[in-house]
């Protein structure tokens, strides 16, 4: 077994790390730019008039970003060649996002909102998977060059991490669907062009079967942002919304009726390693800053990197940070090997615990920073409100314990083959 990792990916860090120096970095602290990422001044991310939501230049900024990336052949790489991209694995990704939030915050990488100049764009790879012919054509050159987005609407305010007693319907009305319903948590459905949504259209309450998929734009008729859900960090783009007999044509449905969930699935699996692998940087970003000042900071005339309860925390953590990155590779090299569903159970272990060494991480580094680490004069704070978010988003915690239970337990069957 090689546990090295391959030569071209080891050089595309490299390669990708120069172009941050030489394109990002300037662009960052260009026209105080720099305010985005100076978190005593957070508000300027922020559009207080607008509900909280993002602020139209930091937004823009993003943007201009992600454009620069894209010229650089960066923003894609995950994607098939055919559409610009170098046919990134899972494991590259992996390798790439926890680098990227290693190097800490900043306009490379600012998981506020998922941006990255190597784009996580799991609805291109739903698009290719499960868009009929008509959606493709209309969908992926702008999911690819992130100019085209659409927002994932499964969640519901009286159901949280339960979708099969989700309680919007679709029915039929001649060769159109009415969907009636409520969805909370839609991210980023004020830059949306569709939501994707997710009702029953057949089965009872708690089947997995019997959910359709839909592809609903959002200036539909009776499809209403209702409100601007306020977070523990801040800015917000996460909306309660409401479906009053929105009617669409047969063509929105995505992927096969009644198998909506599967959809489901594949996007959690695919993003979920791609999230353990970005709370695995930051986690170790925590632990990096941290030795770093405990080497200079000398309390009493010794530096704080002498004291073993300064030590050993850290010691912790940092063992912690290389057993989940082994499993975060194995989970992602099996499934470039045998597929996105062969490793649920190894993808939930490395997303919960992943989101919760982070958090351990950012507060510990707090801790060791003592004053500093508290105050917005260090990113430490700022890295704990966003990563506290992912315990609960996509399945909280104990959602994921509960799947690996199931298959400790019997009730689940894994698909991934034996010996892997």
């Known amino acids: 077994m090689d546990f090295d990792l391959p030569v071209e990916l080891v050089g595309y860090l490299a390669e990708l790390d120069e172009f941050i120096e030489r394109e990002i970095v300037p662009l960052e602290e260009a026209d105080d730019n720099s305010r985005f990422f100076d978190h005593r001044r957070e508000n300027a991310r922020t559009d207080w008039e607008r509900g909280g939501l993002p602020s139209a230049d930091w937004e823009?900024?993003?943007?201009?970003?992600?454009r620069r990336a894209d010229a650089a052949g960066h923003y894609r790489y995950a994607f098939p060649r055919e559409f610009g991209g170098r046919d990134g694995t899972n494991l590259g990704m992996a390798v790439i996002r926890e680098h990227l939030a290693r190097r800490g915050l900043g306009l490379h990488c600012d998981l506020q909102n998922e941006h990255a100049v190597v784009a996580n764009n799991v609805g291109l790879l739903l698009m290719l998977e499960y868009g009929s012919s008509q959606q493709r054509s209309e969908w992926v050159d702008g999911l690819a060059a992130g100019t085209k987005f659409f927002a994932f609407g499964i969640t519901e305010p009286e159901h949280?991490?339960?979708a099969t007693h989700m309680e919007t319907t679709a029915v039929?009305?001649?060769?159109?669907?009415?969907?009636?319903?409520?969805?909370?948590?839609?991210?980023?459905?004020?830059?949306?062009?569709?939501?994707?949504?997710?009702?029953?259209?057949?089965?009872?309450p708690g089947e997995?079967?019997?959910?359709?998929?839909f592809l609903v734009p959002t200036e539909t008729r009776g499809f209403t942002v209702e409100e601007y859900l306020w977070t523990f960090n801040m800015p917000t783009d996460h909306a309660r919304v409401t479906l009053r007999d929105v009617r669409v044509p047969r063509s929105a449905v995505f992927g096969c009726e009644g198998r909506g969930l599967a959809v489901v699935q594949h996007f959690f699996n695919e993003n979920r390693i791609r999230q353990a692998a970005s709370s695995l940087g930051a986690a170790q970003y925590c632990i990096d800053q941290s030795v770093a000042y405990a080497k200079q900071r000398k309390p009493f005339g010794t530096p704080l990197a002498e004291q073993q309860a300064i030590q050993f925390p850290l010691v912790e953590l940092h063992t912690q940070c290389e057993m989940l990155r082994a499993l975060i590779h194995k989970t992602a090299w099996t499934m470039d090997r045998h597929g996105t569903f062969a490793a649920s159970e190894q993808v939930s272990m490395c997303n919960y615990w992943a989101n919760r060494l982070c958090c351990e991480a950012a507060d510990r580094a707090m801790q060791v920073h003592g004053g500093l680490g508290y105050s917005r004069h260090r990113p430490f704070e700022h890295i704990y409100r966003h990563h506290r978010r992912y315990r609960i988003t996509e399945g909280a915690e104990e959602i994921q314990m509960r799947r690996v239970a199931g298959y400790l337990f019997g009730f689940l069957t894994s698909r991934a083959p034996k010996g892997v």
Do not use: P, Q, V, Y
Request: charge should be negative; proline fraction near 0%.
């Open 208 to 213: 997995a079967a019997g959910i359709t998929a």
């Open 160 to 162: 949280g991490s339960d």
């Open 172 to 204: 039929r009305d001649g060769d159109d669907w009415i969907i009636t319903g409520e969805k909370t948590w839609n991210s980023g459905i004020h830059a949306a062009d569709a939501d994707l949504i997710f009702a029953r259209t057949a089965g009872a």
């Open 60 to 66: 823009e900024l993003l943007a201009e970003a992600r």
